[in-house]
């Protein structure tokens, strides 16, 4: 089974996702609310697949997606955010998003990025 963080400042959309993704055949192994606290997670839960949100504080997605290009075991990153404009989406890609998700969001499409990287 696919194993999936889901990364975002909002409680409500963490479980939206959680719910979502679990009812289609993902692990969700774990939640952050911020940057920081994923790339803790990231390194003690070994996910497949990261959801991750752009804005968020502490640590913002385009700097966690950073970051995650430097760990060993690199989970594929989908960025999942409000802020749909083309400077962020190229900037989240150049950075090694290998996707991206615009909120609102339909099930179909969450399902149709996701999929591609399930075992």
């Not at 999936?4 to 400042?9: E, G, K, M, N, S």
């Not at 839960?45 to 290009?69: A, F, N, R, S």
């Amino acid at each position: 089974m696919t194993r999936l963080l889901i990364v975002d400042d909002a409680a409500f959309i963490r479980l939206q996702l959680r719910q979502m993704l679990e009812r289609n055949g993902f692990e969700v192994v774990g939640e952050a609310g911020n940057g920081r606290e994923a790339l803790k997670k990231i390194q003690e839960l070994k996910p497949d697949i990261v959801t991750l949100d752009i804005t968020m504080p502490e640590m913002d997605g385009i700097e966690c997606v950073t970051q995650i290009q430097k760990l060993d075991n690199k989970p594929v990153v989908i960025m999942v955010s409000a802020m749909g404009q083309e400077p962020y989406v190229r900037t989240a890609i150049m950075n090694g998003a290998k996707g991206f998700i615009v909120k609102p969001y339909k099930e179909e499409i969450v399902l149709k990025n996701l999929n591609k990287f399930k075992k």
